[in-house]
């Protein structure tokens, strides 16, 4: 199952999240999401997530599950898919976090984002939210850093 997850690990490898724009605009160089291979990428996302093998654990209006821990085989991410309708916990991104966003019905935005890639850099805050439908987002945290916060 790693295997689907390469072309996102391959476009984020040694990305410096300093500069979330600058990321965020390399990984559409690397991984342009309108591409045949983005498409690809998204029908194999989907089907994991129908074959009940990502975001396995709870109940929408967000369903999770841990594809990977940090790991060499990962360029040291872990790796989240997480399928979500609405708001999700609060937290902090100690070293940045690197999102897939993949439309699953409807019109929705992450973050008020539309599909693909949204970069938030090294102790970025936030409230992960989807609006205007249902998306599956593939969270990669350098080193597996991520702290949740009340509220």
């Known amino acids: 199952m790693l295997n689907t997850f390469q072309p ?15 990321a965020e605009a390399e990984l559409n160089r690397r991984l342009d999401p309108a591409s045949d291979a983005a498409r690809a990428l998204n029908a194999s996302l989907v089907a994991l997530l129908e074959e009940g ?4 654990r709870g109940e929408l ?11 060499e085989e990962t360029a040291g991410f872990s790796i ?4 979500m309708t609405a708001r999700g916990p609060r937290h902090r991104h100690p070293k940045g976090e690197i999102d897939w966003c993949v439309a699953l019905e409807g ?11 949204v970069v938030l850099g090294a102790d970025s805050v936030h409230v992960p939210t989807v609006a205007g439908g249902a998306m599956l987002v593939v969270y990669l945290l350098p080193g597996g850093e991520i702290e949740f916060l009340e509220g």
């Open 8 to 22: 996102l690990i391959e476009a984020a490898r040694g990305l410096d999240l300093a500069d979330a724009a600058a």
């Open 53 to 56: 093998k990502i975001a396995e």
């Open 61 to 71: 209006p967000v369903k999770w599950g841990r594809v990977s821990k940090a790991v």
């Open 80 to 83: 989240d898919a997480v399928h």
């Open 107 to 117: 019109e929705p935005t992450f973050d008020g984002r539309p599909p693909g890639w």
